[in-house]
């Protein structure tokens, strides 16, 4: 399969999935009692950065992949330290001012960040492969 068609299958994964997991994360804060804006908008923040972020690592590694296969090893090592340390920050500065100001809810914003391995994890073991 295409490096390309494979980064947006993996991306539309990690999108079904976060949809689905902000849902129940909503379904837990209406049982709370707590489900409000700052919810919504945090889990809706939250769910964006999180797709967001892992289509630009999956790009960035097969870009950095394509420098070492083109002898360019420390090359992709930069480029892959580059564009975690500019997007943790990245995500750390929007969260930061959505939070401080009031406008998202902090716990909100986090978790769907923190689902996206358990996500993979999920697909992978679910999926069917080919074969026996």
């Known amino acids: ?37 700052p919810v919504l908008l945090g889990g809706a923040v939250g769910l964006a950065l ?10 960035n ?7 070492a296969v083109n002898q360019d090893v420390q090359g992709g090592k930069k480029l892959m330290t580059t564009s975690y340390i500019l997007r943790l920050a990245l995500i750390f ?3 930061l001012l959505l939070v401080r100001s009031g406008v998202c809810n902090a716990i ?15 697909a992978e073991f679910f999926s069917k492969k080919g074969g026996a």
Do not use: H
Not at 3 to 16: D, N, P
Not at 50 to 59: D, H, R, T
């Open 61 to 67: 590694a097969d870009a950095a992949a394509n420098r």
């Open 1 to 37: 399969m295409d490096a390309r068609k494979e980064i947006l299958r993996q991306t539309l994964t990690v999108c079904i999935g976060e949809v689905i997991c902000v849902a129940l994360m909503y379904g837990v804060f209406a049982l709370a009692g707590r489900l409000d804006g």
């Open 108 to 122: 909100a914003s986090i978790v769907p960040l923190a689902l996206v391995r358990w996500i993979l994890t999920a």
């Open 50 to 59: 999180a797709v967001g972020n892992f289509f630009l690592m999956a790009l």
């Open 93 to 95: 500065g929007i969260l």
